[in-house]
């Protein structure tokens, strides 16, 4: 046999390691928490959220996905979750999902697909020549849910595609574990991120100064 024979049968025999059987630790919730918190994708303090409210914590997923480490880790985490599920798609909605998809399809390994679906005349789309074949089993994964919208609308589409929806994984679940769908749902991280009103805001109401995350001095 050549050494050009073996390097493919190699490749072969790796390719046949059934998915659910490679090893993933799991991510304890402190470890994930502390990587939120380093990226400063959590922030702790005093601020006023896109809606005018007032709170005591931030969430910026973008922040904690720009180190492709944590992303990976991340990734990794939710692939564990679903590892027993066989499943051939991860898809993700743009744009929260589009990193998210491609490492949890890196971590489930073997011939896994990423895609992402975006909107298109208002409506959630496979664009891009990205398909789904009737019976795929597809696990939906997103950064962030508040009312989990995104998410459904991506599950509705899968749906209409034949694809078999087998699970939706999340990094952080800011419902405080109250959104549910018609399949499991995975969540790294469960926050439930009280937002008040500036009369009722018990931070104001300290003298603690408020901040505007995402802005920059001028
Ligand atoms: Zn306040």
Redesign the pocket.
Same mark, same amino acid.
């Given at each position: 046999m050549s050494t050009q024979d073996r390097s493919e049968k190699d490749i072969t025999l790796i390719n046949q390691v059934p998915p659910e059987n490679r090893l993933i630790e799991p991510l304890p919730e402190e470890k994930a928490l502390a990587m939120f918190r380093q990226s400063q994708a959590l922030l702790e303090g %005093?601020f006023?959220l896109t809606s005018g409210r %007032?709170s005591n914590q931030y969430m910026q997923c973008a922040q904690v996905l720009q180190y492709p480490a944590y992303a990976s880790r991340l990734g990794q985490e939710l692939a564990r979750r679903f590892q027993k599920e066989d499943v051939q798609v991860v898809i993700g909605p743009a744009m929260g999902g589009v990193v998210l998809a491609q490492e949890v399809a890196r971590a489930l390994g073997g011939s896994v697909r990423s895609l992402f679906a975006e909107r298109e005349n208002g409506r959630m789309a496979l664009r891009r020549g990205f398909w789904l074949q009737p019976g795929e089993k597809v696990l939906i994964v997103e950064d962030v849910i508040t009312t989990g919208g995104s998410v459904q609308e991506v599950l509705e589409l899968v749906g209409q595609l034949g694809g078999k929806p087998v699970g939706v994984g999340v990094l952080v679940d800011r419902s405080g574990g109250k959104v549910q769908f018609p399949v499991r749902k995975e969540a790294v991280l469960t926050l439930d991120i009280i937002a /008040?009103t500036?009369e009722t *805001?018990p /931070? *104001?109401a300290q003298g603690?100064p408020?901040v505007k995350p995402g802005s920059r001095p001028v």
């Open positions: %005093h006023r %007032h /008040y500036e *805001c /931070y *104001c603690l408020i």
